[in-house]
């Protein structure tokens, strides 16, 4: 790939950028906020402003809720021969590409894998997506140079390029990205409720267990919003698992007789081992994903580009 566009110069876009020119893409900034875009030309990401002829991929690294009115503006305005997104949910941005008229032919959704709880172009590195998945959706509608040009891209930042269909992507970042932005979000909010006595006391355990809940309201809002109906199901099965758990708790604190406090310490007991061996299922960094049983279309590896 020898030229390339980024709309939208946050910490995602910037650091697709800064990856892009570190293996000499050409590459153009685009941003609503001029100064984002000069910003992220200052940090080496690229030139701020339009190519004059079209580019070979254009990536829309915006929110959710903002990509298909971006694809549309962008393919109208012949920015790129193709393009792809960066956004972290797939399902509703390609009905609404597809209800505003875009060009799904030239259009593959992309999702990079990585990201830090800071936010804007001053946060961007050129690593961030080194050893990550970067899952690609191509609708029915997308052509193959479309498809191979956003595996290239994701290679050249470093990434794996995974396959999968929009649904099941959906259902798996809101297992393993945003119900748990949810849930260290509500336990940082109850912060708000100590003393600073008792924050005095915090340690490392609780700041990375609260570590998530530094990200944008604004733009986790949007996330979860266009995910909604996936996070409930993950936050619903998560409710129950807790309410089994402070009712363990509430019988240990109530159980005068052993035989009674033993099954509440098992029950207890039994969701901190379900914790243990359900972390222990987390890929190390840098391992190929492999599809499980059950879980539908392919999940393929593609290190193309890399």
């Known amino acids: 790939m020898r030229s390339a566009a980024v709309v939208g110069t946050g910490l995602i876009g910037t650091s697709i950028a800064l990856a892009l020119r570190g293996r000499g893409v050409t590459t153009y900034l685009i941003d609503t906020d001029p100064e984002a875009a000069r910003t992220a030309a200052e940090l080496g990401a690229g030139i701020a402003e339009r190519p004059r002829q079209p580019v070979e991929l254009a990536v829309i690294a915006v929110p959710p809720q903002y990509v298909a009115a971006a694809l549309r503006e962008h393919q109208l305005a012949d ?34 894998m990585g990201g830090r709880e800071q936010s804007g172009p001053l946060a961007a590195r050129d690593d ?27 290679g050249l930042c470093g990434a794996r390029p995974v396959v999968m269909c929009q649904a099941e992507h959906d259902r798996a970042v809101a297992l393993t990205s945003h119900a748990p932005h949810v849930v260290s979000s509500l336990l940082a909010g109850r912060l708000l409720h100590g003393e600073p006595s008792q924050l005095g006391l915090a340690g490392q355990g609780l700041a990375d267990v609260t570590r998530l809940a530094g990200g944008s309201a604004e733009l986790w809002t949007d996330i979860l919003g266009s995910n909604a109906p996936a996070v409930a199901d993950v936050l619903a099965e998560f409710t129950r698992d807790l309410h089994q758990v402070v009712d363990a708790l509430r019988g240990l604190g109530s159980a005068r007789e052993p035989e009674q406090r033993r099954a509440h310490a098992d029950r207890l007991s039994t969701a901190l081992v379900r914790g243990i061996q359900g972390r222990a299922r987390i890929p190390a960094r840098g391992t190929s994903t492999t599809a499980a049983p059950g879980l539908g279309p392919a999940l393929a590896t593609a290190p193309r580009g890399v």
């Not at 050893?131 to 595996?151: I, Y």
């Open 79 to 112: 920015l790129a021969e193709d393009f792809t997104d960066a956004a972290s949910v797939k399902e509703l941005p390609q009905r609404e590409a597809a209800r505003t008229g875009c060009d799904l032919t030239r259009f593959v959704g992309g999702h990079p």
């Open 128 to 154: 961030l997506f080194h050893g990550r998945p970067w899952v690609l959706t191509p609708s029915p509608e997308s052509r193959a140079q479309t498809l191979a040009r956003a595996e290239e891209l994701a």
